[in-house]
């Protein structure tokens, strides 16, 4: 990931997001497996502190991307797409974590990573800010675990913003 003064800091592992009350804001981690993959992967984050708390189990959600192989991306009219090359995966669809309508039940994770079949596991990070939560910068824990172990850990700073999102979209 290249360095963003805004949103990643390799040096101190650290992930930057911003947001206003009453918001869901989003981040994509990409995993690469190395030495032939890993298995039995899974990502924690943890709760988020500052001038309150913003408890992660209610508040994030996380989802794997699936990848689709395509074999031909030329459409059947018009000239070659060189917008989708042909033989190559691409990010389909996202798999919570967790199903939405049975809870507790786990579907998207642990799942494996197959260096051979392509290194990079892409995993999208859903985060609420509740409507309620005081401004500041708030901080947590992000953990990659691979068969139960901690393979990798960063830090997720949120800064809440004094702005209030209203409850209905239009």
């Known amino acids: 990931i290249p360095p963003s003064a805004r949103f990643w800091d390799p040096r101190t592992r650290t992930l930057r997001l911003h947001g206003a009350r009453n918001e869901v804001i989003g981040a994509q981690l990409m995993l690469t497996a190395t030495r032939g993959g890993m298995k039995n992967v899974d990502i924690e984050v943890g709760d988020l502190?500052?001038?309150?708390?913003?408890?992660?189990?209610?508040?994030?959600?996380?989802?794997?991307?699936?990848?689709?192989?395509v074999e031909n991306g030329d459409w059947s009219w018009g000239p070659k797409s060189r917008v989708l090359p042909s033989h190559r995966w691409?990010?389909?669809v996202l798999v919570p974590f967790t199903d939405p309508w049975v809870p507790g039940r786990r579907v998207g994770a642990p799942f494996d990573v197959d260096a051979a079949a392509g290194p990079n596991q892409g995993v999208f990070l859903d985060l609420t800010i509740p409507g309620d939560a005081r401004p500041g910068v708030y901080a947590g824990r992000i953990r990659v675990r691979v068969a139960g172990a901690v393979a990798a850990e960063a830090?997720?700073?949120?800064?809440?913003?004094?702005i209030n999102l209203p409850d209905e979209t239009h």
């Open 90 to 92: 691409y990010p389909e």
């Open 49 to 69: 502190t500052g001038p309150g708390r913003i408890p992660a189990k209610e508040n994030v959600e996380l989802f794997r991307e699936v990848y689709q192989f």
């Open 155 to 162: 830090r997720l700073e949120l800064t809440v913003h004094p």
